[in-house]
């Protein structure tokens, strides 16, 4: 067996943060996992190197389903962003190990391929409809099938998704929150006119996706997926913060847009009712935020028993460990739907050398033994750790808002 013989934590910020646990055995194989928690790195850092890493030397790398097991029962305090990045972070470097060993990619040891790529989805935005679908019609040129479009709302600067860099977006910019304003009005107003004017001029076969990102009421939700049906979108995501998840009711009643929801998730029981009751058409939970392949595995069967596909977050705060992590899985199982992918930086991507690559609106995740993404430590510790924080919103009011 190839027995855990230690474990640590590479903290690096080429252009923004990213947590990596590295876990070495006696072969002298070892596996990398990603443990990055967008604004609250340093928490999930501390909680593998106090209270997981002691735990998992002598371990058999081999046996990942019982080491899962041991992390989540045993630290008691069960679930939350935290813990399950963490034991995410493990997960992941195990499969890797595993994968190593065998000298197969991670997606064979899952099952075989299901499909021959990953169908991914790029961001267009821009403050103005025309710049936004500028920006679309670009990522069309490189081939991309599917497409995320957020514009700029009139009267409103800072909107959630527009960015100043058209290539790359990056929300936590900041050494403390940066405020933002909201109007649930005139983003109402302003978003129908948007998918409007995007069909007129993209023609029908692109996918078109859309993220509210957690700003609306369910009726509101309603309203907006009903305004947004002419333009038939892939779908419309996070429409309303969703601890609530009965409230997802609602939003189905009205509309027959099709609904995503996840991205902050960790773990099968914040959507087994949005699942369960089929109030979802896509769940977005990520294998770094949602306890790693493992977990995510068993939450795409569930999922697949009642109609509802993956869509797994691929912001740029997942680093390119948890990037190749999700297109192993996303080869792997049935009921696929689409891939977030926000390209990372050349900074990034030099840190995190990796065999996946895109082409024809697809990422492959290459046929590299293991996770097939590896860390350049010396390149790693030229970026030191810098406090970076999400916005906030506040409405017209100053009353505080969903970001
Ligand atoms: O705001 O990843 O769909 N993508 C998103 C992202 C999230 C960030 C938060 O860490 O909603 O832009
Ligand atoms: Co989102």
Same mark, same amino acid.
């Given at each position: 067996?190839?027995?855990?013989?230690?474990?640590?934590?590479?903290?690096?910020c080429?252009?923004? #943060?990213?947590?990596?646990l590295?876990?070495?055995?006696?072969e002298?194989?070892?596996g990398?996992?990603d443990?990055?928690l967008?604004?609250?790195?340093?928490a999930?850092?501390?909680?593998?190197?106090?209270?997981v890493?002691? @735990?998992?030397?002598?371990?058999?790398?081999?046996?990942?389903?019982?080491?899962?097991?041991?992390?989540?029962?045993? *630290?008691?305090?069960?679930?939350?962003?935290?813990?399950?990045?963490?034991?995410?972070a493990?997960?992941?470097a195990?499969?890797?190990?595993?994968?190593k060993? &065998?000298?197969?990619?991670?997606?064979?040891?899952?099952?075989?391929? @299901?499909?021959?790529?990953?169908?991914?989805?790029?961001? &267009?935005?821009g403050?103005?409809?025309?710049? %936004?679908?500028?920006?679309?019609?670009?990522?069309?040129?490189?081939?991309?099938?599917?497409?995320?479009?957020?514009t700029?709302v009139?009267?409103?600067?800072? %909107?959630?998704?527009?960015?100043?860099?058209?290539m790359?977006y990056?929300?936590?910019?900041?050494?403390?929150?940066k405020?933002t304003?909201?109007?649930t009005?005139r983003?109402?107003?302003?978003?129908?006119a948007?998918?409007?004017?995007?069909?007129?001029?993209?023609?029908?076969?692109?996918?078109?996706?859309?993220?509210?990102?957690?700003?609306?009421t369910?009726?509101?939700?309603?309203?907006?997926?009903?305004?947004?049906?002419?333009?038939?979108?892939?779908?419309?995501?996070d429409a %309303?913060? *969703?601890?609530?998840?009965a409230?997802f009711?609602?939003?189905?009643?009205h509309t027959?847009?099709?609904?995503?929801?996840?991205e902050?998730?960790?773990?099968?029981w914040d959507?087994?009712q949005?699942?369960?009751?089929q109030l979802?058409?896509?769940i977005?939970?990520?294998?770094?935020?949602?306890?790693?392949?493992t977990?995510l595995?068993?939450?795409a069967?569930? &999922?697949?028993?009642h109609?509802v596909?993956?869509? @797994?977050?691929?912001?740029?705060?997942l680093?390119?460990v948890?990037?190749? &992590?999700?297109l192993?899985?996303d080869?792997?199982i049935? #009921?696929?739907?689409?891939?977030?992918?926000?390209?990372?930086t050349?900074?990034?991507?030099a840190?995190?050398p990796h065999?996946?690559?895109?082409?024809?609106?697809?990422l492959?995740?290459?046929d590299?033994?293991?996770?097939?993404?590896?860390?350049?430590?010396?390149?790693a510790?030229?970026?030191?750790?810098?406090?970076?924080?999400?916005?906030?919103?506040?409405?017209?009011?100053?009353?505080?808002h969903?970001?």
């Amino acid at each position: 067996m190839p027995k855990i013989i230690a474990a640590k934590t590479i903290v690096t910020c080429p252009g923004r #943060n990213f947590v990596t646990l590295k876990i070495m055995t006696d072969e002298g194989v070892y596996g990398i996992g990603d443990a990055t928690l967008n604004g609250r790195e340093p928490a999930v850092e501390a909680y593998l190197s106090e209270h997981v890493i002691p @735990c998992l030397i002598g371990r058999d790398a081999h046996q990942i389903e019982d080491i899962w097991q041991y992390l989540y029962r045993g *630290a008691y305090w069960r679930r939350g962003p935290v813990t399950m990045a963490a034991i995410a972070a493990v997960d992941m470097a195990l499969w890797d190990i595993k994968g190593k060993i &065998a000298g197969l990619p991670v997606y064979q040891l899952l099952g075989g391929a @299901c499909r021959t790529g990953v169908m991914v989805y790029g961001h &267009a935005n821009g403050e103005t409809i025309e710049e %936004t679908l500028d920006n679309a019609a670009h990522y069309a040129e490189q081939g991309y099938k599917a497409i995320r479009l957020q514009t700029g709302v009139p009267g409103m600067s800072g %909107t959630y998704g527009v960015s100043k860099d058209k290539m790359f977006y990056e929300p936590a910019d900041s050494d403390l929150p940066k405020e933002t304003i909201w109007s649930t009005e005139r983003y109402l107003r302003s978003t129908p006119a948007l998918f409007e004017a995007a069909r007129l001029r993209l023609g029908d076969d692109l996918h078109l996706l859309h993220d509210v990102h957690h700003r609306l009421t369910p009726i509101e939700a309603g309203r907006l997926g009903k305004d947004l049906e002419p333009y038939r979108l892939f779908w419309m995501e996070d429409a %309303t913060p *969703a601890e609530n998840q009965a409230s997802f009711r609602i939003i189905r009643q009205h509309t027959t847009t099709p609904l995503a929801v996840g991205e902050i998730f960790n773990s099968i029981w914040d959507c087994k009712q949005l699942i369960e009751e089929q109030l979802i058409d896509y769940i977005r939970a990520t294998a770094v935020h949602a306890g790693g392949i493992t977990h995510l595995k068993k939450l795409a069967a569930f &999922a697949d028993l009642h109609h509802v596909r993956t869509g @797994c977050h691929g912001a740029t705060d997942l680093s390119p460990v948890c990037m190749g &992590a999700a297109l192993h899985f996303d080869l792997s199982i049935p #009921n696929f739907g689409v891939q977030e992918y926000m390209r990372h930086t050349p900074e990034t991507d030099a840190v995190f050398p990796h065999a996946y690559t895109f082409s024809d609106g697809m990422l492959h995740p290459g046929d590299a033994p293991g996770l097939g993404v590896d860390i350049d430590e010396d390149l790693a510790a030229k970026y030191p750790y810098k406090r970076a924080y999400l916005p906030i919103a506040r409405r017209l009011d100053g009353s505080m808002h969903d970001w």
